[in-house]
C-alpha cells in the first residue's frame, strides 16, 4: 500500500462516521401514493373566488426548474399541498400552451383543483381530510357569535 492508498482510507473512514450521524430520512414510496392516480377535483364558482382571494397573497412555495416537472417536483408540490392545502408554484416557461400543460398535469397527478393561472404562476388547492373531520368550515365562527349573544342576555337580566 503506498501512502495515497492509506489517506483515501483514512478519509473514507472520517466520512462514513458522518455519513452515520447525518444520515438523510427517506421518505417511503406509499406515503404519497395514495394521492398520485385520482382525478382532478371540480371546484364551484363561489369556492374558486374564494381561494383566489386567500392565494393573492401567497408567494410560490415551488419553482419548476431547467428540468421541467420531474417525480422530485411534484413529490414537494405534494408535501407542500399536505401541510398547506393552497399553493403557489412557479412556472418559468415561456410557451403559455406548455404552462397550461404542465398545470393541467400536476393537478391530475396530485388530485388537486386548479384554482387559477396567470402569468407563469399557478395556484392549486387540495382540501386535507382530517381538518374536514374535525370542523365544519364557519361553525365556530357561529358558536362564538352564539355564546356573545347568551352573555349579553345574562348581563341584562
Known amino acids: ?11 473514507d473512514e472520517r466520512f ?8 438523510v430520512r427517506k421518505i417511503p414510496e406509499d406515503r404519497y401514493a395514495n394521492h398520485l392516480q385520482m382525478p382532478e377535483l371540480v371546484l364551484t364558482p363561489l369556492q374558486r373566488r374564494s381561494l383566489k382571494a386567500r392565494a393573492h ?7 419548476l ?5 420531474t ?10 399541498l ?3 392545502q393552497l399553493v403557489k408554484i412557479k412556472v418559468p416557461l415561456n410557451d403559455r400552451g ?5 398545470a393541467t398535469d400536476v393537478a391530475e397527478k396530485l388530485s388537486a383543483a386548479k384554482v387559477q393561472s ?40
Open 82 to 84: 399536505v401541510a398547506h
Open 57 to 63: 397573497g401567497l408567494r410560490p412555495v415551488v419553482l
Open 1 to 11: 500500500m503506498n501512502a495515497q492508498d492509506v489517506r483515501s482510507n483514512e478519509t
Open 16 to 23: 462514513a462516521s458522518h455519513r452515520r450521524r447525518h444520515r
Open 98 to 102: 406548455e404552462r397550461a400543460q404542465v
Open 118 to 157: 396567470i402569468g407563469k404562476m399557478i395556484v392549486l388547492f387540495r382540501p386535507c381530510a382530517e381538518s374536514e373531520e374535525k370542523q365544519e368550515p364557519g361553525s365556530g365562527v357561529r358558536q362564538r357569535q352564539m355564546n356573545g349573544r347568551a352573555r349579553r342576555k345574562k348581563v341584562r337580566e
Open 65 to 69: 426548474g431547467a428540468a421541467g416537472l
Open 71 to 80: 417525480e422530485m417536483v411534484l413529490r414537494e408540490i405534494d408535501r407542500a
